[in-house]
């Protein structure tokens, strides 16, 4: 009889899970609809995706990485507040929050909620390690929209410690408490000691019904590190694994994936933007310093003299979530006509040749 209760209390509870996932699933579907797709396409100088660090430390450190240090404090949740309340005046669509490690902030939950209260599709990139069940429930309570974890190997090594090993405990954690989307993301190239385990880990994370993307992994410019013929190998059968990229952007993949540059017109600056834990506006992650302008002090006449700017880089970046952003704007056949300027980097001290 017991027995039987129980077993009935935890089929309810399993139902239960399902349908919260579901409606969250319809309710985040419908808001990314209408901020990205609706009102991102409606004007060009309204960002689509700002990267914003409120904590630029790490509790890893893989050997790629240009984005951690292992001192700095978490950015008051007062400042990141302010930031977000310029990004909404922007009408920004979408935030990611990245870093350093974001679950290391003490107030991340709030930080999710206030950029919810504003409107704002919120996402999230973190290595994982610090998810539990507790942890996972919080971020569905503060509203978070989708997570992305990106795992470089099943077994950890010196390159990284972001494996499946470590990860896939939370991985299932993930599957069973989560409400917001999950993406893994398998990176290609990161020099890691057994490479092929990028397909394992793309193959588990479909099996767990996440969706899955691929990172190439890109130098200290944002720019292709040529791979080799076991690395091109590896990305032609994770192409064969589900994944749900367009089709326009697999193009963008495969190009840089044998050696090849893309004709495109990046957005960075415009479109999409990142902001540091200083404050300051940067094309992306691996531009900074370009143009490195306070965010209080961005204008909309910035962003459209940015939308307008070409970047030297763009041809063999494999930065893809501006790609993604800036192919949002391909219809409407905007060329970019501003030559870039070679500007000098308040923070950086140099200059936009060097
Ligand atoms: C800098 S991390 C910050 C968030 C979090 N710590 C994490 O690892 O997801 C954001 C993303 O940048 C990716 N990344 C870091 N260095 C990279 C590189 N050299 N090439 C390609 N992707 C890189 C990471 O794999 C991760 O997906
Ligand atoms: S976990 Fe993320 S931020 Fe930390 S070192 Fe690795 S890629 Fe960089
Ligand atoms: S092309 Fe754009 S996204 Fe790529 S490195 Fe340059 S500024 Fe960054």
Redesign the pocket.
């Known amino acids: 009889m017991n027995l039987s209760k129980s077993l009935n209390g935890s089929v309810i509870s399993s139902a239960r899970r399902l349908i919260r996932k579901r409606t969250a699933q319809v309710r985040r579907d419908i808001h990314g609809i209408r901020t990205i797709g609706v009102l991102g396409a409606l004007s060009s100088s309204r960002p689509l995706l700002v990267h914003i660090v409120p904590m630029r430390r790490?509790?890893?450190?893989?050997t790629y990485?240009n984005?951690?240090d292992n001192f700095s404090d978490a950015v008051p949740l007062e400042t990141m507040k302010l930031r977000i309340d310029k990004l909404a005046e922007f009408g920004t669509c979408s935030i990611g929050i990245s870093?350093?490690?974001p679950l290391m902030h003490p107030e991340l939950d709030e930080l999710i909620a206030y950029i919810r209260e504003r409107g704002i599709f919120v996402g999230l990139l973190t290595?994982g390690y610090l998810l539990t069940e507790k942890r996972i429930k919080r971020l569905n309570t503060a509203g978070l929209e989708t997570l992305q974890i990106?795992i470089d190997n099943v077994m950890p090594d010196d390159v990284?410690k972001?494996s499946l090993k470590v990860l896939d405990q939370k991985l299932v954690l993930l599957q069973r408490f989560a409400e917001f989307g999950v993406n893994i993301n398998s990176v290609i190239g990161s020099g890691t000691a057994q490479p092929e385990d990028a397909v394992v880990v793309a193959r588990r994370a479909t099996e767990l019904g996440f969706t899955t993307t691929v990172g190439i992994i890109h130098n200290g410019k944002g720019q292709l590190k040529p791979l080799d013929e076991r690395n091109e190998r590896i990305y032609r059968e994770l192409n064969s694994i589900g994944r749900k990229n367009f089709g326009y952007l697999n193009g963008f993949e495969k190009n840089l994936v044998a050696g090849k540059s893309n004709d495109w017109n990046c957005r960075a600056g415009a479109r999409y933007f990142y902001v540091d834990e200083d404050g300051l506006v940067h094309y992306c992650s691996q531009r900074r310093g370009f143009p490195a302008v306070p965010l209080d002090s961005y204008t909309t006449s910035d962003i459209e003299r940015e939308y307008s700017t070409q970047k030297e880089c763009a041809s063999y970046c494999t930065v893809a979530c501006v790609q993604r952003v800036s192919a949002l704007d391909r219809w409407r056949r905007s060329p970019q006509t501003i030559l870039p300027q070679p500007t000098v980097s308040p923070r950086l001290g140099r200059t936009t040749e060097d």
Request: aromatic letters at 6%; glycine letters at 14%; one cysteine or more.
């Open positions: 790490c509790n890893l450190a893989c990485c984005e951690f870093g350093g490690e290595n990106s990284s972001k």
